[in-house]
């Protein structure tokens, strides 16, 4: 059975940002429409996702009539779709030919999408958003997907959210992230656990405190390795939520929001223990199985992300007859400067390797 292309969930400011890339044809069409509903699911009215097609590598009929589908149930909901590609690709033009005007508009830029999009009537009330969440968790058929719900309301509701995602401690005191929006933040929040430093580990530890503040981390002492990685991002603030105690003896969390410094208000942190509620009440119900299944995930992914990071580490050295500590220095500077993850820069290069233009070091 056909998985779909892959979407990825960004933040972009006053919209949803996800990135889709791969095949788009007629085997995995519905799939990936899926995926475009399940990423969307939690969204206020109104509001705007934009859907990078740029890394599309084949759009067919019916992965156009798949997106407009997905841009029509959305409307209904007051939610619009656009999308974002060259308007001279090639993808772009099957889209104009393939859809009636107006029906998903292509633009060159996020910030020409957000002009384009039609003015917002009013904001859906908190108390209504967080009624549609709980229905929502009701719903879900895994504590997984419930995970994902989570962190993707937490980017609407608490609006200085930049990246958020979910630690969890397993009975065996091992700490792994099951879901995150971005990838990026799975990174920050791996710096934390490779160094036993950090405010997810804070939060998440039994017996620590209900929530870890930082509004400044280029001046913080308390996790330096942390604060240079989250500097090193963009990112001067971090809140981390503890979940509350479930009845799993030894199974605790934290809900982290990373935002730019000095961002993370008084209203950010309630509606963060707001989230972090609805988090743990989905953990209430969550079976050791399923919750060992989330571990090996993460494990699965983490492992892979270091073998494509060691590969293109391999690349560079041979290429620029550098070493590997500067290797990882020029994938590292790719990666902020393209606002990608490190591992997807990485792959790309292994893909890639040999039509690339060789990668300048500073």
């Known amino acids: 059975m056909s998985t779909g292309a892959e ?5 972009a400011e006053q919209a949803l940002l996800l990135r889709v890339s791969g095949t788009l044809g007629a085997e995995t069409a519905q799939a990936t429409m899926g995926k475009l ?6 969204l206020p009215s109104p509001h705007l996702v934009v859907l990078d097609l740029r890394n599309v590598d084949f759009l067919s009929a019916a992965g156009v009539r798949a ?8 409307a209904q909901d007051g939610v619009h779709a656009a999308v974002l590609l060259d308007p001279g690709a090639l993808n772009a033009t099957i889209l104009h030919r393939s859809l009636p005007a107006g029906a998903l508009p292509v633009h060159a830029s996020v910030e020409a999408a957000l002009a384009a999009a039609p003015a917002p009537t009013g904001e859906r009330h908190l108390g209504e958003q967080l009624a549609e969440l709980t229905r929502i968790l009701l719903d879900a058929t895994s504590v997984g997907q419930a995970m994902q719900h989570v962190v993707a309301a937490t980017t609407i509701v608490v609006p200085h959210a930049r990246l958020v995602s979910i630690t969890l401690r397993d009975p065996g005191g091992r700490y792994f992230t099951p879901v995150e929006i971005p990838d990026i933040a799975a990174d920050l929040d791996g710096v934390q656990y490779r160094t036993g430093s950090g405010p997810c580990l804070d939060a998440a530890h039994p017996g620590g405190p209900a929530y870890a503040l930082e509004q400044d981390l280029a001046r913080t002492s308390a996790w330096p390795q942390f604060a240079a990685v989250a500097t090193a991002h963009g990112l001067g603030a971090v809140l981390s939520t503890a979940l509350l105690p479930t009845r799993r003896a030894g199974l605790g969390g934290a809900l982290n929001i990373y935002a730019h410094r000095g961002g993370i208000t008084e209203t950010d942190r309630h ?13 209430q119900e969550a079976r050791g199985a399923e919750i060992a299944d989330l571990e090996r995930t993460h494990l699965r992914r983490a492992i892979a992300s ?30 902020q400067d393209l606002n990608v993850k490190l591992a997807d820069i990485a792959a790309t290069l292994v893909r890639k390797h040999t039509t690339l233009a060789p990668v300048e070091s500073e």
């Open 306 to 335: 270091r073998d494509v990071i060691g590969q293109a580490k391999g690349i560079l050295m041979a290429r620029q007859g550098i070493d590997a500590d500067a290797a990882f220095h020029l994938l590292r500077r790719a990666s």
């Open 7 to 11: 979407v990825v969930a960004m933040d």
């Open 37 to 42: 509903l399940d990423a969307t699911v939690t």
């Open 67 to 74: 997106l407009g589908e997905f841009a029509a149930r959305r």
């Open 271 to 283: 509606r963060a223990l707001l989230m972090a509620t609805h988090a743990s009440l989905a953990l």
